[in-house]
């Protein structure tokens, strides 16, 4: 009789995660701590970019012409803020999002300010940066402390350093969700945020490092929600590694955006790390059927195969690490009141609506590593 060989495919949903049965689970993602309920604000629509004024800041924010960049300065800029954006001069400062109104637009573009340079041109940063004298630095796209300490020392009357650092640097545990305290990793790809954040304790300069999971959202330039929707839009199998039952964690970008406002003269987050994203979290199966529904397709084919059976090369078969990864982030709501407003089908639902839904990604599909999976599962054996 022949079979298929090598993957495993599901055309029923099947049960969602190892965890125990008492605790809720649906394809928004399963809570590790059922007993305890949170209300969701409801008083703004969703992804309004609501803020409550505070005192105005001169702000520097490192990067900001894309994805997290976008939402947060224009959070800033609606506050009262003077915000200016430090790029390199290569995509425009202000571009309308998909969404926005003409006159909020408008009056983001006619106050946001730029300042041109290469931040690993570290004479440049000291002397620009100091002219300028900013009162809070947020720092969104550094990646070594080689490129923090200048802007520290140009500003030596700073108020605030904001970072956005990863969970990427906690260091692979059984014991989950990763907790602020836990162990970090120094060999881990984001080693550089993590000797950054080190740098940060060891100077008398107030900071914030925010240490966000897997970010989505629209503008997403990772191929997070984006590598699914390629696939449900094209009517394709979805593959997934191994059982699809690893437990992952999203938090949509929105929801970062305004927890960094949160940070902002914050007296509760002087010198602390905190964990961003969504409350729940998500198996991998979960998350295509979640994008499958925030899309409006049809129920997806989901192929399960062994990633040890095959070689792909240099190229990324699946945009997930293939292990259970998730963090609480039940500190920041203690301390900062911080509640996401997103769920995760809504979250993808908005992504998808405001981008990918309107023809508008970052990269063009790439199924060649599925035609790999996918021509192994055709071979048939007697």
Excluded at 8 to 17: E, N, V
Excluded at 86 to 91: C, E
Excluded at 170 to 186: C, G, N, T, W
Aim: overall charge positive.
């Amino acid at each position: 009789m022949a079979r298929l060989v090598g993957v495993q495919q599901l055309h029923k949903r099947p049960s969602f995660s190892l965890l125990p049965s008492s605790l809720s689970s649906d394809f928004n993602g399963c809570r590790l701590h059922s007993q305890v309920q949170f209300k969701r604000k409801v008083s703004q629509p969703k992804g309004a970019l609501q803020v409550t004024a505070s005192s105005t800041k001169k702000i520097l924010i490192m990067g900001g012409t894309r994805f997290i960049g976008v939402f947060l300065s224009r959070l800033l800029v609606k506050e009262g803020h003077q915000v200016t954006l430090f790029t390199r001069g290569k995509a425009p400062i202000s571009q309308q999002l998909p969404g926005e109104s003409d006159a909020d637009y408008s009056d983001f573009s006619s106050k946001i300010l730029h300042l041109k340079g290469d931040r690993k041109d570290f004479d440049f940063v000291k002397s620009s940066l100091s002219a300028e004298g900013f009162d809070v630095v947020y720092d969104i796209n550094g990646r070594e402390a080689d490129e923090v300490a200048p802007i520290l020392d140009a500003l030596p009357n700073l108020e605030q350093f904001i970072y956005c650092s990863s969970a990427g640097v906690y260091l692979k545990s059984d014991l989950l969700p990763h907790f602020e305290r836990d162990a970090v990793d120094p060999k881990s790809r984001h080693k550089g945020k993590l000797e950054t954040e080190s740098l940060l304790a060891s100077t008398g300069v107030n900071w914030t490092s925010l240490r966000p999971v897997y970010i989505y959202g629209p503008l997403n330039y990772n191929p997070v929600e984006e590598w699914f929707f390629h696939r449900l839009k094209a009517g394709r199998p979805i593959p997934i590694p191994n059982s699809g039952i690893q437990i992952t964690q999203l938090g949509h970008v929105k929801d970062l955006a305004r927890a960094f406002v949160q940070v902002l003269g914050n007296e509760k987050a002087s010198k602390q790390v905190f964990n961003i994203s969504g409350e729940k979290y998500v198996t991998f199966d979960g998350l295509a059927r979640a994008c499958a529904q925030a899309g409006g397709f049809p129920e997806p084919e989901i192929i399960h195969y062994n990633p040890k059976e095959f070689d792909f090369g240099k190229k990324k078969a699946f945009p997930f690490r293939d292990q259970h990864f998730f963090a609480s982030v039940e500190k920041a709501k203690s301390v900062l009141g911080f509640t996401p407003e997103f769920d995760l089908v809504e979250g993808l639902t908005d992504s998808y609506n405001l981008d990918f839904g309107r023809g508008t990604y970052r990269k063009e599909a790439d199924f060649s590593t599925d035609d790999i999976i996918l021509g192994k599962s055709l071979v048939l054996q007697s």
